[in-house]
């Protein structure tokens, strides 16, 4: 009979965040390097490690109406000899948190490298507009990730703003897989 892995999780999280909240920012910056090691408790085949390295940045343009807001995501993982990740814990790209004209998890492998470009604009205080690019891509081996063969989306949206953040989030997104794709979904892309 399968057994199913259970994991140890323990890990490693620096951060330098400047934005005013983590919510919702028209400027400032989030760097963050996150090490976590899975290790399997019942069994020695599904143990792994992974590291996220993330930049956001926040360009603030004419008292903050518009803002340029740009994000950069890299996840890698090392496994020992004869050990791998199970797929349902690999990093993904696709979907409202990367690569928005695919999927929810679209593709998935051991490294990935996203990255998404805003344009923003603030009509009214409870509301933003904005037009959107995505790419990213999923590898088996690190060093295939590079700018060859990307995933690449690109849109327009809107957002209502609430007090803590970004209340709810509506898009309408472009892939080579999707004319349209219309995620609707809470908080925000980053």
Known sequence: SNIEPIYRRSGLNVQFDSRPSPGYSRRGGLYRVEWTDFSQS????????????????????????WVLAFRALASTTDTNRGQDVPYFLMPSIGGGASVRGYP?????????????????????RFMDMLLFYDTGKVEARRQDLDFDNLKESYGIGMRLIA???????????????????LPLSAGGAF
């Open 42 to 65: 019942n069994g020695a085949t599904h143990g792994f490690r992974r590291v996220d390295a993330e930049v956001q940045q926040f360009v603030p343009l004419m008292r903050e109406n």
């Open 104 to 124: 929810d998890f679209r593709f998935r492998d051991r490294n990935r490298m996203v990255m998404n470009a805003e344009l923003r604009w603030t009509p009214a």
């Open 163 to 181: 007090q803590r953040g970004y209340a709810v989030r509506m898009e309408a997104a472009h892939s080579r897989e999707h004319k349209v794709r």
